[in-house]
């Protein structure tokens, strides 16, 4: 009486096709590098919501806008709110040693925080296509490997006399793990690149409406000298 097939699944990932171990290989890849982007990402989120509320607290407190101005660094460590009010305040400063205009100095302002938000919003939305480009085609890939793995276990039936169970199921298991890595790599980028998208949304909102109250301060401002 032979011995039954080994159905570990070291055993079959270790004796599947190449193009199986191939695609294995490529989804295993792509779910660690979706983990990776969804522990920076939610790392990143929660800074950003800490320092949306610091921001917060420290311009509606009523201090003077150029003190509040002179205690932001400059660089790219500058980030959310704080980075959309330095460049528009920077902008509405440098306008107004020039003797711009009211239209013409709000015009700056309002381009410079544009630009501003921007560069947020790409900061916000990095590496969230790579989420979405996992969770949609991983169970495909993860279905190519186990059709092309059922396939070459019905192609070997053919070279046997008799055809049993034990001959093709190890074939159909080791098939049937791409699928089963597929969906491992696919739902969690999916269900991340959905809670990131709507957390990316809430704060760029946050963002606009800052945005819009910072410049009708601007405004009132500018127009005050004339």
Do not use: C
């Amino acid at each position: 009486m032979s011995n039954p097939p080994d159905m570990s699944v070291w055993h079959l990932v270790s004796h599947a096709s190449f193009v199986v171990q191939l695609v294995m290989l490529i989804l295993v890849a792509a779910s660690v590098a979706s983990w990776t982007i969804i522990f920076q990402r939610r790392a990143l989120y929660q800074q950003a919501r800490a320092a949306a509320e610091a921001f917060d607290e420290k311009f509606w407190a009523g201090g003077d806008l150029s003190a509040l101005y002179n205690s932001i660094p400059s660089g790219p460590d500058v980030q959310g709110q704080a980075s959309i009010f330095r460049a528009g305040f920077k902008e509405f400063l440098r306008l107004r040693d020039k003797d711009a205009d009211a239209d013409a100095l709000m015009q700056g302002v309002t381009r410079a925080m544009r630009i501003a938000l921007t560069q947020e919003q790409t900061r916000l939305e990095t590496h969230l296509n790579f989420l979405a480009s996992v969770g949609s085609t991983s169970p495909y890939i993860g279905l190519f490997g186990t059709v092309w793995g059922i396939m070459n276990s019905f192609m070997g039936l053919a070279k046997v006399q008799q055809a049993t169970l034990a001959v093709v199921a190890p074939g159909i298991a080791e098939a049937l793990i791409a699928t089963a890595i597929g969906l491992f790599a696919a739902i969690p980028a999916v269900l991340a690149y959905n809670r990131y998208s709507s957390s990316s949304d809430a704060l760029l909102t946050r963002y606009e409406t800052f945005a819009d109250e910072f410049i009708g301060i601007l405004h009132r401002e500018a127009h005050a000298r004339n």
